[in-house]
């Protein structure tokens, strides 16, 4: 973890505890969702930008002329301060688990392809409404609904 990752954590933690405890000290505790709603919502919107560009699987990290599915969730995930592993089952092992019934924009999706059997292949952002931003195939960057060719493929979702 870089220096200024820790910076920014430390400075994000002090700033929680005081509004925290000013919250208690005023009879109210502080919505907690506004912040992580506001990060999500930068997240679909940053990735947004994106709409059509390419699906090339194993495309190089970092490049936004051709995605893949990972490369693109870490692209966009990046962008806000959140690191994440290369590949989608890598992706699938951070955070914390979230059930399919508690999914919240900004988690992480992950499926199984025809090529990883039952494994995780495919990873997707959640974005609200059984819908997430992905990229696979024909028409690269897009939205889709998981309860598609993707809802019997389900596997698992992570919040970062």
Known sequence: MSKNVVIRKLITISLSA?????AVAMGTAPKVEAA?????????????????????????AGV???????????????????????TSAAQSRVGSFVSRKNLKKGDLVFFSTSRTGRGVGHVG??????????????????????????????VTARRV
């Open 18 to 22: 005081v509004i925290g405890l000013s």
């Open 36 to 60: 992580s709603a506001s990060t999500a919502n930068r997240i679909i919107s940053i990735g947004d930008n994106y709409l059509g560009v390419k699906y090339r699987f194993g495309a190089p």
């Open 64 to 86: 936004t002329y051709v995605f893949d599915c990972s490369s693109f969730t870490q692209y966009v995930y990046k962008k806000v301060g959140i690191k994440l592993p290369r």
């Open 125 to 154: 952002i959640y974005v609200g409404n059984n819908r997430m931003l992905h990229t696979y195939g024909a028409g690269g960057v897009k939205f889709s609904t998981i309860n598609s060719y993707w809802s019997s493929h389900y």
